[in-house]
């Protein structure tokens, strides 16, 4: 049982370049987000998908898509990179999103740098 | 707008000591959940513990419990008989009617032996 998993773990980019980080889940959650971390501040949400074929902004969505593949795989897409987006960068997923307690299983992170 | 503010940026403690991590929140939601995680230096969060608004009592588990004082806006978070293996960023998150997280900025803590 791997739970959330993400690929790759590190990443350099060179400004304006395009690249997909790739998340999968084995624990039949409906809800998957993207955060990102950065120094000093806490998780801020970026995208999530409430179910299957759904996608929403959070708080931060500006460059960057995603796309609900199915239930299991979300996907983050950076089309061109820019050295604001340097970043850690959390898959993350929950039963249902839609209910208070449900809380959210991390994946390992991705650590991205734009150039 | 929601908020969560966890005012101490780093902590020391010694080990086997309790440590209380401090947190506190605004909603002007009526149900809302709040949640503590650890992030190790390896960098994966890891979930400890929830609190429902609607919650009577103070979650626990295990050695971490949660003092919930809703008048207040607060939910800190206790560790007792603090181990080396508790140094780790610490983070409150709360989840309201739009059932996303909203993140606290962490608090560090540090063990000593």
């Known amino acids: 049982n791997a739970g959330v998993t993400q690929t790759p773990k590190f990443q350099v980019l060179k400004t304006g370049q395009s690249m997909t980080l790739q998340c999968a889940q084995d624990?039949?959650?409906?809800?998957m987000y993207w955060y990102r971390q950065d120094p000093g501040m806490g998780l801020r949400l970026i995208y999530y998908s409430a179910s299957e074929g759904t996608t929403d902004k959070g708080e931060v969505p500006n460059g960057y898509n995603v796309s609900r593949l199915n239930k299991r795989e979300f996907s983050l897409r950076l089309e061109s990179a820019a050295p604001s987006q340097t970043s850690v960068y959390f898959c993350a997923s929950s039963e249902a999103g839609g209910a208070l307690y449900n809380e959210q299983f991390f994946g390992p992170g991705t650590r991205l740098t734009v150039l | 707008a929601q908020k969560i503010t966890q005012t101490q940026p780093g902590m020391f403690v010694q080990e086997k000591e309790a440590v209380t991590l401090d947190c506190t929140y605004d909603?002007?939601?009526?149900?809302?959940?709040l949640f503590w995680y650890k992030q190790p230096s390896s960098g994966e969060m890891i979930f400890l513990i929830y609190q429902g608004s609607y919650d009577q009592q103070n979650a626990t588990e295990g050695r971490y419990s949660l003092n919930f004082q809703k008048a207040r806006k607060s939910a800190n978070l206790v560790i007792s008989a603090s181990q080396l293996g508790d140094s780790a960023m610490y983070f409150c998150a709360m989840k309201d009617s739009n059932y996303q997280l909203i993140w606290g900025a962490g608090t560090k803590l540090i063990i000593k032996p």
């Open positions: 909603t002007s939601d009526p149900s809302y959940g």
């Open positions: 624990m039949n959650h409906n809800s």
